[in-house]
């Protein structure tokens, strides 16, 4: 990449970029292994990246991404040009909640991560042998896992509660595996969410928190 004018980005060793063209503007490249992805607002900057990566190495160019690393794209291009593309994991969250056997559980669009009137703080602990507790664990960290790269893909409304349940993944009890199906009805309930890039406008962003107060 270095020959080709790329720097490696200070804080994702996978994300390089840089101005090939001068004058035009910057390519950014996205690296895992053998799969690549690369975005610059100049067509002509693409087209000339491209022929300077097939000059280097055997590839293949297969036009606008449509899945990378179990991310789905999907693109829609407006007649005035704006560009809107949604970032999905479908497949892989109902993937999720067939490892936690939920394929069966009952769907509601008012379901939250969060269990109504049960804190995570409020779990009883059990106390167990760690022969008798290991098996929690290694269900803890297997879950955990699965949901954490969904987390970080498309799904950053997961990470609060997922945090919370990972803080009790040397230590866990019943209850927390408990917590951890709950979430994943919910994540069964909200398979379809995704992340949505837009040129157009950005709306403003509000929400509201509501701390129930003892009186």
């Known amino acids: 990449s270095p020959e080709i004018g790329l720097t490696q980005c200070k804080n994702d060793p996978c994300i390089y970029y840089g101005t090939i063209i001068p004058g035009q503007p910057p390519i950014y490249l996205g690296i895992y292994v053998d799969d690549i992805v690369y975005f610059s607002a100049s067509d ?56 936690l056997g939920l394929s069966q559980a009952n769907v509601s669009p008012l379901m939250t991560p ?53 803080s009790h993944t040397n230590n866990p009890s019943p209850g927390h595996l408990d917590a951890i199906k709950h979430l994943g009805r919910y994540i069964k309930s909200t398979a379809d969410l995704g992340l949505l890039f837009s040129s157009r406008r950005n709306v403003p962003l509000e929400s509201y928190v509501h701390f129930p107060v003892n009186t």
């Open 44 to 99: 002509d900057v693409e087209r000339y990246f491209e022929q300077a990566l097939k000059q280097k190495i055997n590839v293949d160019f297969m036009g606008d991404a449509e899945f990378f690393l179990g991310l789905k794209f999907d693109w829609l291009i407006s007649p005035t040009g704006d560009v809107d593309c949604r970032i999905s994991q479908e497949a892989y969250a109902n993937s999720i909640v067939d490892e």
């Open 114 to 166: 969060f269990r109504s009137g049960f804190p995570l703080d409020t779990i009883p602990h059990v106390e167990m042998s760690s022969e008798a507790r290991a098996p929690l664990i290694s269900k803890m960290q297997c879950w955990l896992g699965m949901i954490n790269w969904l987390t970080i893909g498309t799904r950053p409304d997961l990470a609060t509660i997922f945090s919370l349940i990972a």
